[in-house]
């Protein structure tokens, strides 16, 4: 009952398509997304699936559009056995999902102090990111500086290291992951993002803080670690 609420939430919306239509748009715009595997093959038959979502009441296609940002699919996936069944997983807009900058000042990282709203819980200490936009990843790299430290820097003087991807069993998308030396921040006192401080961490405490499970985010973690093996082999 919960599923056919959702579904039927999701339909009234205004995006003056079903989700289903949706689906096939996303499919045609970003067919990578959509790539035939003989491991889970996808049922790419639009009367299928709405048949399927019909008679088994459950939500099928683009279920929950959240753009900018990200939308949430439902899958109609092909077992060998041929049985239909749904696969849930969150694509984005955009084939980088978003950066991480690891701020460094006089030797020392910086972490934010942020309230999630997910988890309803305390970060125990981010780097600056944000989610993919319409500009390079160093580009919005910079653009997460200035919104969350008040620190202006060129795209060119930061330092790509990568990128990572974050939840492989749910997402989609890469995070391209930078380097910044940094000099006097000022954090907004408005940034409608729930930051409410920074802390400068040395290697040592960096260190320390993740062996303690001070530090959790994955994303601050993978992007350490990104640092830490390419500054030991560069």
Same mark, same amino acid.
Request: with cysteine; glycine share 10%; charged share 25%.
């Given at each position: 009952?919960?599923?056919?609420?959702?579904? =039927?939430?999701?339909?009234?919306?205004?995006?003056? *398509?079903?989700?289903?239509?949706?689906?096939?748009?996303?499919?045609?715009? =970003?067919?990578?997304?959509?790539?035939?595997?003989?491991?889970?093959?996808?049922?790419?038959?639009?009367?299928?699936?709405?048949?399927?979502?019909?008679?088994?009441?459950?939500?099928?296609?683009?279920?929950?559009?959240?753009?900018?940002?990200?939308?949430?699919?439902?899958?109609?996936?092909?077992?060998?056995?041929?049985?239909?069944?749904?696969?849930? =997983?969150? &694509?984005?807009?955009?084939?980088?999902?978003?950066?991480?900058?690891?701020?460094?000042?006089?030797?020392?990282?910086?972490?934010?102090?942020?309230?999630?709203?997910?988890?309803? *819980?305390?970060?125990? #200490?981010?780097?600056?990111?944000?989610?993919?936009?319409?500009?390079?990843?160093?580009?919005? #790299?910079?653009?997460?500086?200035?919104?969350?430290?008040?620190?202006?820097?060129?795209?060119?003087?930061?330092?790509?290291?990568?990128?990572?991807?974050?939840?492989?069993?749910?997402?989609? #998308?890469?995070?391209? &992951?930078?380097?910044?030396?940094?000099?006097? &921040?000022?954090?907004?006192?408005?940034?409608?993002?729930?930051?409410?401080?920074? =802390?400068?961490?040395?290697?040592?405490?960096?260190?320390?803080?993740?062996?303690? #499970?001070?530090?959790?985010?994955?994303?601050?973690?993978?992007?350490?670690?990104?640092?830490?093996?390419?500054?030991?082999?560069?």
């Amino acid at each position: 009952k919960i599923q056919i609420y959702f579904f =039927r939430i999701f339909r009234r919306k205004e995006t003056g *398509m079903d989700s289903i239509t949706q689906y096939f748009q996303l499919a045609a715009r =970003r067919p990578e997304l959509f790539a035939p595997s003989d491991q889970i093959s996808l049922c790419m038959d639009e009367e299928t699936l709405r048949n399927y979502s019909a008679s088994t009441g459950k939500p099928v296609g683009v279920v929950y559009d959240n753009s900018p940002y990200y939308f949430v699919l439902a899958d109609l996936c092909i077992r060998e056995n041929g049985e239909l069944y749904t696969y849930a =997983r969150v &694509v984005y807009p955009h084939k980088s999902n978003g950066v991480v900058v690891i701020p460094c000042r006089n030797g020392r990282f910086g972490l934010l102090s942020i309230f999630r709203h997910p988890p309803r *819980m305390e970060s125990g #200490g981010e780097f600056p990111r944000g989610f993919g936009e319409d500009l390079t990843p160093a580009e919005n #790299g910079a653009k997460e500086l200035w919104e969350e430290l008040g620190v202006r820097i060129a795209p060119e003087d930061l330092e790509f290291l990568g990128e990572i991807q974050t939840d492989t069993g749910i997402s989609a #998308g890469k995070v391209q &992951v930078f380097f910044a030396q940094v000099g006097e &921040v000022d954090i907004p006192a408005d940034n409608g993002e729930g930051i409410h401080g920074l =802390r400068w961490v040395t290697p040592e405490e960096m260190a320390q803080q993740v062996a303690d #499970g001070t530090i959790t985010d994955g994303i601050t973690l993978g992007a350490y670690l990104q640092y830490l093996c390419r500054k030991k082999h560069s």
